[in-house]
Protein backbone atom coordinates (compact mmCIF):
# COMPACT_ATOMS: atom_id res chain seq x y z
CA UNK A 1 0.00 0.00 0.00
CA UNK A 2 0.92 3.24 -0.35
CA UNK A 3 1.69 5.93 1.96
CA UNK A 4 0.72 9.10 -0.09
CA UNK A 5 -3.18 8.83 0.13
CA UNK A 6 -5.35 11.55 2.07
CA UNK A 7 -5.35 9.59 5.43
CA UNK A 8 -1.29 8.74 4.97
CA UNK A 9 -0.71 10.22 8.15
CA UNK A 10 -3.32 8.43 10.05
CA UNK A 11 -6.78 10.09 11.47
CA UNK A 12 -6.28 13.43 12.20
CA UNK A 13 -7.90 14.37 15.75
CA UNK A 14 -11.44 16.15 15.83
CA UNK A 15 -11.51 19.92 15.61
CA UNK A 16 -12.82 21.39 18.49
CA UNK A 17 -13.69 25.49 18.67
CA UNK A 18 -13.66 27.53 21.43
CA UNK A 19 -16.84 29.80 22.40
CA UNK A 20 -14.68 32.98 21.18
CA UNK A 21 -14.01 31.28 18.07
CA UNK A 22 -17.73 30.32 17.62
CA UNK A 23 -18.59 33.78 18.21
CA UNK A 24 -15.98 34.55 15.55
CA UNK A 25 -17.09 32.29 12.79
CA UNK A 26 -20.69 32.98 13.92
CA UNK A 27 -19.62 36.88 12.97
CA UNK A 28 -17.20 35.96 9.91
CA UNK A 29 -20.41 33.97 8.29
CA UNK A 30 -22.68 36.66 8.92
CA UNK A 31 -20.56 39.59 7.13
CA UNK A 32 -20.26 36.90 3.89
CA UNK A 33 -23.82 36.94 3.72
CA UNK A 34 -24.43 40.03 4.12
CA UNK A 35 -22.12 41.15 1.78
CA UNK A 36 -22.80 39.10 -0.93
CA UNK A 37 -19.14 36.72 -0.93
CA UNK A 38 -21.87 33.52 0.04
CA UNK A 39 -21.97 32.10 3.10
CA UNK A 40 -21.62 28.77 1.42
CA UNK A 41 -18.20 30.09 0.18
CA UNK A 42 -17.27 31.16 3.90
CA UNK A 43 -17.85 27.64 5.07
CA UNK A 44 -16.28 25.50 2.34
CA UNK A 45 -12.84 27.78 2.95
CA UNK A 46 -13.07 27.28 6.78
CA UNK A 47 -13.83 23.79 6.49
CA UNK A 48 -17.38 24.28 8.56
CA UNK A 49 -20.94 23.18 8.45
CA UNK A 50 -24.02 24.37 8.01
CA UNK A 51 -25.05 22.25 10.84
CA UNK A 52 -22.45 23.77 12.88
CA UNK A 53 -23.65 27.44 12.16
CA UNK A 54 -26.87 26.77 13.01
CA UNK A 55 -25.85 25.27 16.87
CA UNK A 56 -23.83 27.73 17.54
CA UNK A 57 -26.64 30.02 16.51
CA UNK A 58 -29.07 28.82 19.16
CA UNK A 59 -26.44 28.90 21.71
CA UNK A 60 -25.28 32.17 20.90
CA UNK A 61 -29.05 33.04 21.15
CA UNK A 62 -29.05 31.70 24.07
CA UNK A 63 -26.53 33.42 25.67
CA UNK A 64 -24.70 30.12 26.52
CA UNK A 65 -21.44 31.42 24.60
CA UNK A 66 -20.68 34.76 26.34
CA UNK A 67 -18.52 34.71 29.38
CA UNK A 68 -17.16 31.26 28.47
CA UNK A 69 -13.42 30.29 28.98
CA UNK A 70 -11.50 28.75 26.60
CA UNK A 71 -11.88 25.13 28.05
CA UNK A 72 -15.09 25.67 29.98
CA UNK A 73 -17.84 23.12 29.33
CA UNK A 74 -20.88 24.70 26.88
CA UNK A 75 -23.56 22.19 27.68
CA UNK A 76 -26.68 22.30 26.10
CA UNK A 77 -29.15 25.27 27.21
CA UNK A 78 -32.05 24.85 29.75
CA UNK A 79 -35.69 25.63 28.87
CA UNK A 80 -35.07 29.26 30.17
CA UNK A 81 -32.07 29.72 27.96
CA UNK A 82 -33.41 28.19 25.17
CA UNK A 83 -37.25 30.12 25.36
CA UNK A 84 -34.91 33.27 25.52
CA UNK A 85 -33.42 32.15 22.16
CA UNK A 86 -36.53 31.35 20.48
CA UNK A 87 -38.15 34.84 21.85
CA UNK A 88 -35.14 36.68 20.39
CA UNK A 89 -35.52 34.62 17.11
CA UNK A 90 -39.37 36.15 17.02
CA UNK A 91 -38.05 39.63 18.05
CA UNK A 92 -36.17 39.47 15.44
CA UNK A 93 -38.23 38.39 12.65
CA UNK A 94 -40.92 40.66 14.13
CA UNK A 95 -38.73 43.62 13.56
CA UNK A 96 -37.71 42.60 10.31
CA UNK A 97 -41.60 42.40 9.07
CA UNK A 98 -42.33 46.00 10.98
CA UNK A 99 -39.56 47.75 9.05
CA UNK A 100 -40.74 46.21 5.48
CA UNK A 101 -44.47 46.97 6.67
CA UNK A 102 -43.29 50.65 7.71
CA UNK A 103 -41.64 50.91 4.11
CA UNK A 104 -44.47 49.86 2.04
CA UNK A 105 -46.83 52.59 3.95
CA UNK A 106 -44.03 54.87 2.94
CA UNK A 107 -44.38 53.70 -0.44
CA UNK A 108 -47.63 54.08 -0.32
CA UNK A 109 -48.28 57.34 1.28
CA UNK A 110 -45.95 58.70 -1.49
CA UNK A 111 -47.98 57.00 -4.16
CA UNK A 112 -50.80 58.96 -2.81
CA UNK A 113 -49.56 62.32 -2.20
CA UNK A 114 -48.37 61.96 -6.33
CA UNK A 115 -51.53 61.02 -7.46
CA UNK A 116 -53.36 64.18 -5.72
CA UNK A 117 -51.01 66.25 -7.17
CA UNK A 118 -51.14 64.77 -10.86
CA UNK A 119 -55.33 65.21 -10.40
CA UNK A 120 -54.89 68.98 -9.46
CA UNK A 121 -52.93 69.65 -12.00
CA UNK A 122 -55.08 67.96 -14.60
CA UNK A 123 -57.65 70.12 -13.20
CA UNK A 124 -56.24 72.99 -13.92
CA UNK A 125 -55.47 72.06 -17.81
CA UNK A 126 -57.60 74.46 -20.14
CA UNK A 127 -58.66 71.09 -22.21
CA UNK A 128 -59.55 69.50 -18.64
CA UNK A 129 -63.96 69.23 -18.67
CA UNK A 130 -65.34 68.47 -15.09
CA UNK A 131 -68.56 65.76 -15.91
Given at each position: MSNSGPRAGGPTPR???TPA???AHLDAYQRAC??????G?????????SSQI???RKL???GILEGKK????IGKPTAEQSEIGRLRRQLEVSERKLAR?????????KARLLLEDISESAEQQPWYKKP
Open positions: RSFQKLDDGTGGAYLRAEGLYTEWRDAPGDKTEAALSIME
